[in-house]
Nanobody, 130 residues
């Protein structure tokens, strides 16, 4: 059984920083691209950041470039997202996700679609107040 369990998140004032992390079990973690998505009420999942199985390539949505950093530790089956200079518009539930297929890099230069990720955590709330 594949499980993705997020932790971290919480509430912070604008300009502050937060870390979220995700521990994955039930699949060969080092074979899968990983991503962080976020979702606000009434909206679709937005791909925020993603990383290839070996960690050599990353993707960021334009709105977080220079502020967020995705990383992974294949020895600990963990993927993390460091969020700095947070803005109220970053408020959302953040989800960890693994690609559907081994070795696949589902993201292109402009987007990372939730349809290409087959395993999901339950999410963790991030709230940024102004």
């Amino acid at each position: 059984q594949v499980q993705l369990v997020e932790s971290g998140g919480g509430s912070v004032q604008a300009g502050g920083s937060l870390n979220v992390s995700c521990v994955v079990s039930g699949l060969r973690f080092s074979d899968f691209s990983m991503a962080w998505f976020r979702r606000t009420p009434g909206q679709e999942h937005i791909g925020v950041a993603a990383i290839t199985p070996g960690g050599t390539t990353t993707y960021y949505v334009d709105s977080v470039k220079g502020r967020f950093t995705i990383s992974r530790d294949n020895g600990k089956n963990t993927v993390a997202l460091r969020m700095t200079s947070l803005k109220p518009e970053d408020t959302a539930v953040y989800y960890c996700a693994a690609a559907k297929n081994i070795g696949e890099w589902p993201c292109d230069g402009t987007t990372c679609s939730s349809e290409d990720f087959g395993y999901w955590g339950r999410g963790t709330q991030v709230t940024v107040s102004s």
